[in-house]
């Protein structure tokens, strides 16, 4: 029988075809090996990543973060956007949560100091040393009844792990300190003296159309500088109500104050004695609730006429006519 070239061309294709199919059937000449992401060098990229969500304990915030991570290594942090602190912002604290995890010059290892105390001068023990050397002084506190010379310095924590720490510190009778870079005690005994919780609240600040601020540094500082630089954007946008209005009280000019509309520079420590004359010029009004006024202070504010505007200009540095319009603005 005759070959036509028709016949012969599609004969090869389908030969070509089999070929290719037998042979990736086949076993490779080479094993495959998968390595530990540990042991991976730092400039290897294969072109997969992962995003992982999480939350970010550099700061008490605990903004959501997204983390890209390739063969195990983390390689950027995002914010999260459907995480309702930050809504998909993040600040530098995040950012710098690689520099603390992969960073030459960190602290990996536990430490003992080699010379006289001051002197900067540190080893690096394993950990193993490390829990002996911890174990033997408490017990040696414990025996002699002394524990109490001893001290756990945590940052603010909270859950379980705040019931672990407690748990740990009263069995052994030692004490705990909570350190925070930005300490907010007096805002916490202040929110339990008026609400009755020890805790640390939102400020609506998106939907406000008037801020009257002292000494907190919220574009900067204060609680949670992210959530509240998005917060500030609506405040001032305004949107279906007046754009908001902010009057900032403070000794400095800080970048809150360099955003407000006013600031009222007053002298270092007086920022109570302000907030209490105000309290006195709303209070003094001829509208005012009463019924709210004596639930609030237990019906007698007498005491309050000491600190009318005209009794403390010269002690704050604010003059009554500023004391008595921003009350007025305020109420």
Do not use: M, W, Y
């Given at each position: 029988m005759a070959l036509t070239r028709r016949q012969f061309l599609t004969l090869m294709g389908g030969s070509a075809g089999a070929a290719v199919l037998f042979q990736a059937c086949g076993v490779p000449e080479k094993e495959l090996f998968i390595d530990s992401p540990v042991e991976m060098p730092e400039d290897l990229v294969t072109g997969t990543d992962n995003w992982y969500a999480?939350?970010?304990?550099?700061?008490d915030t605990s903004e959501g973060i997204v983390v890209r991570v390739m063969e195990g290594r983390a390689k950027k942090v995002e914010g999260n956007v459907d995480y309702p602190v930050n809504l998909g912002k993040h600040g530098p604290r995040c950012e710098a949560g690689l520099q603390s995890l992969y960073h030459p010059?960190?602290?990996?290892a536990p430490l003992v100091r080699t010379g006289p105390r001051g002197s900067g001068e540190y080893r690096e023990i394993s950990w193993e040393d490390a829990v002996s050397r911890l174990a033997s002084q408490l017990t040696e506190l414990s025996d002699s009844g002394e524990s109490d010379k001893a001290v756990l310095?945590?940052?603010?924590?909270?859950?379980?792990?705040?019931?672990?720490?407690?748990?740990?510190?009263?069995?052994?009778?030692m004490r705990r300190f909570v350190h925070e870079p930005l300490e907010t005690s007096v805002l916490r005994k202040s929110i339990s003296e008026v609400f009755g919780q020890e805790s640390i609240p939102d400020f609506d600040i998106d939907n406000s159309d008037y801020l009257l601020s002292f000494g907190a540094d919220f574009l900067s500082t204060w609680i949670s500088p992210t959530r509240y630089s998005r917060g500030y954007g609506e405040f001032r946008q305004g949107h279906e109500r007046r754009r908001g209005r902010l009057v900032h009280v403070d000794s400095r000019f800080s970048v809150t104050a360099a955003n407000a509309d006013e600031w009222v520079?007053?002298?270092?420590?007086?920022?109570?004695?302000?907030?209490?004359?105000?309290?006195?010029?709303?209070?003094?009004?001829?509208?005012?609730d009463n019924?709210?006024?004596?639930?609030?202070?237990?019906?007698?504010?007498?005491w309050l006429n000491s600190y009318a505007p005209e009794n403390?200009?010269?002690?704050?540095?604010?003059?009554?006519?500023?004391?008595?319009?921003?009350?007025?603005e305020f109420s």
């Open positions: 999480t939350v970010c304990r550099q700061c010059d960190r602290i990996s310095v945590t940052n603010p924590v909270g859950g379980h792990l705040a019931l672990v720490i407690q748990s740990f510190t009263e069995s052994i009778g520079r007053v002298k270092p420590g007086t920022e109570g004695i302000l907030a209490l004359s105000i309290i006195q010029v709303i209070c003094s009004e001829e509208d005012v019924s709210v006024v004596d639930s609030l202070t237990g019906g007698d504010i007498s403390v200009s010269a002690q704050t540095g604010v003059s009554a006519e500023t004391i008595r319009r921003i009350s007025t």
